[in-house]
């Protein structure tokens, strides 16, 4: 049971430090940036279900937040939070947490192109959820329009983490093999 909960804390430590060495990598296109971490996002959920996920994404927002340049081209502190993308900071725990649990509870134990698929839609929801509440957030703090925003802050967006999904799909379910394998090998 302990080297279970060892094994999560470093794969839970691993992927906050993918998250910090991606996002920060961005390309300035207008008030949101295009940057890696929805990728590393997302893959956190996919790799360690949503308890782990959200925490390890969570550790990636707290370092952000205390003055770590882990945010978009390398910003950081609590002024990036309450500025205009800082409510999709704030919910990359909740794209992690919603792709987890869906994922875990759905597709995780399906086979071929139904997991897939479930890989797939969970990933969908949960960046749904950060449009929303990043989105919401921009207009709240920047008082652009809904439509005007959803012009800056997600359609410009779409097709790229489309791509981004499946690039998970891609690598994801070969470490989910050498995951379970080394699991597998510790019993």
Known sequence: MKRNKTRNLVLCAMCAAIT???APISVPIGPVPISLCTF??????VLLGAKFGFISQLIYVLLGAVGVPVFAGYSAGVSCIAGMTGGYIVAYPVLAL????LYWKFGKNKSGKLRVL???LAMAIGT?????FGTAWFCAVSGTGVAAAMGMCVIPFLPGDILKMIVV???SLPLEKAIAKMASSEN
């Open 40 to 45: 590393a996002v997302m893959l956190a959920g």
């Open 118 to 120: 479930w890989m797939l």
């Open 98 to 101: 919603l792709t987890g649990l």
């Open 169 to 171: 799909v891609l690598i």
């Open 128 to 132: 749904v959820v950060l449009y929303a």
């Open 20 to 22: 910090c060495i991606l």
